[in-house]
Structure formats: C-alpha cells, structure tokens
C-alpha cells in the first residue's frame, strides 16, 4: 500500500469522509499523512489580494484533520498552503512532490457535470496535473 499519503482538505461535508479513507488507507501500511489545506485568495484591481477564508479557520480545519488521525494512531503533519482563487489543484499537487506522496487522497463536491463543467473541478485539475494517484473520495 502507500506509506506516504497527502491528504487535501476543506471545510466541506466530504471532508470527514476523506479523513476516514486516508486513515483507513495508512492503517493498511502504517503510513504517514501530511494534511493540507489550500486557502484561496481573490486578487482584486488595485486592491491587491483578498483571503476568501479566514487564516485561523483554514488553520483548523487542518489541525483537527490532523488531531483525528493523531487520536487513531496515524502519524499526521498539517500544513496550509496559498493560492489564487482557482489554483488550488496546482498547490495540491506540488505538495505531493514536495512530501514524495505516494498518492493524493481528497474530496469532490460533488456538482453536477454542468457545474464542473463550467467552473472547472479541483479534483479533476488535480488528477490531470498529478503524476501520482488520486483518490476522489464522495
């Protein structure tokens, strides 16, 4: 199985539900996980960047992720990354090369295709620009 796992999180309801996967998953081979959060940011015309989520909030959606796996015996880092709204995925993935991730565990909204269609899929980006698996998990 795989002994390394990044773990991206959100504040969505799937979130706990990723959580649940990835400690199953570094159960099976006595894995660590780094959790990750990426804190988007919008960038406004001469008003620079604006945080579309609260630094502290977006702190501790990845530290309670990873104070659950920690409860359960996984060996669990955290981090949060930035990034321009829309540019999550490319964050997500550059963590899995960053922490030599053996695969990418994450969530998926769950929108309809005519939604991901047009506003694009973070899991979808994330898979395109990945070299390493990714688990969607609903």
Same mark, same amino acid.
């Given at each position: 199985?795989?002994? @390394? #796992?990044?773990?991206?999180?959100?504040?969505?309801? &799937? &979130? !706990?539900r990723?959580?649940?996967?990835?400690r199953?998953m570094? /159960?099976l081979?006595? !894995?660590?996980?780094?959790?990750?959060?990426?804190r988007?940011?919008?960038?406004?015309? @001469?008003?620079?960047?604006?945080a579309i989520?609260?630094?502290?909030?977006?702190?501790?959606?990845?530290e309670?992720a990873?104070?659950? #796996? +920690?409860?359960?015996? =996984?060996? &669990?880092?955290?981090?949060?990354?930035k990034?321009i709204?829309?540019q999550?995925? +490319?964050?997500?993935?550059?963590? &899995?090369?960053?922490?030599?991730?053996?695969? =990418?565990v994450? !969530?998926?909204?769950g929108? /309809?295709? $005519?939604?991901?269609?047009? #506003?694009? /899929?973070?899991?979808?980006?994330?898979i395109? $620009?990945? +070299?390493?698996?990714? $688990?969607?998990?609903?």
């Amino acid at each position: 199985m795989y002994d @390394r #796992l990044l773990v991206a999180v959100d504040s969505s309801d &799937a &979130a !706990g539900r990723v959580i649940d996967a990835a400690r199953e998953m570094a /159960s099976l081979s006595d !894995g660590e996980v780094w959790v990750l959060h990426v804190r988007e940011e919008e960038i406004m015309p @001469r008003g620079g960047f604006f945080a579309i989520e609260p630094k502290a909030k977006a702190q501790s959606v990845v530290e309670q992720a990873a104070k659950d #796996l +920690d409860d359960a015996g =996984i060996k &669990a880092h955290y981090e949060v990354r930035k990034a321009i709204y829309g540019q999550a995925a +490319d964050q997500i993935a550059a963590a &899995a090369r960053d922490h030599d991730a053996g695969v =990418i565990v994450m !969530g998926s909204r769950g929108r /309809s295709d $005519l939604t991901a269609l047009v #506003l694009g /899929s973070t899991a979808h980006k994330v898979i395109h $620009l990945s +070299d390493r698996p990714v $688990l969607v998990v609903r």
